[in-house]
């Protein structure tokens, strides 16, 4: 879904002993001067429903996330001018699949 939509997935299952990152992805947005480079961290989540995948995410979870992409922004060689930022894919048997842009942001 991510590669349909024009992101280019970097790494999947990215593991460490803060946290791990189901996707890292990165896109460019807009053209020309107001061209950004977004490196994205998705948190995917397979659920019923929409509700229990959203409530599934605790903040324990997002601080883990947010300590894995840190340490893997540290690493992450011609990444330096990139935004970033925390999305959430929900995944589910009865509904397309949904993808939340920026769902959360660093304490």
């Given at each position: 879904m ?18 791990e ?6 896109r ?12 994205i ?51 589910g ?15």
């Amino acid at each position: 879904m991510l590669r349909l939509k024009g992101y280019k997935i970097i790494k999947q299952r990215f593991k460490t002993k803060l946290g791990e990152i189901d996707i890292i992805a990165q896109r460019r947005s807009g053209f020309g001067i107001k061209s950004r480079k977004i490196i994205i961290f998705a948190e995917v989540k397979q659920r019923a429903d929409l509700s229990s995948a959203l409530h599934s995410i605790t903040s324990s979870q997002t601080r883990r996330i947010e300590a894995a992409a840190q340490l893997f922004m540290a690493h992450a060689r011609g990444l330096e001018s990139h935004e970033w930022r925390f999305d959430i894919i929900i995944i589910g048997a009865s509904f397309w699949p949904h993808h939340i842009k920026d769902a959360w942001r660093p304490d």
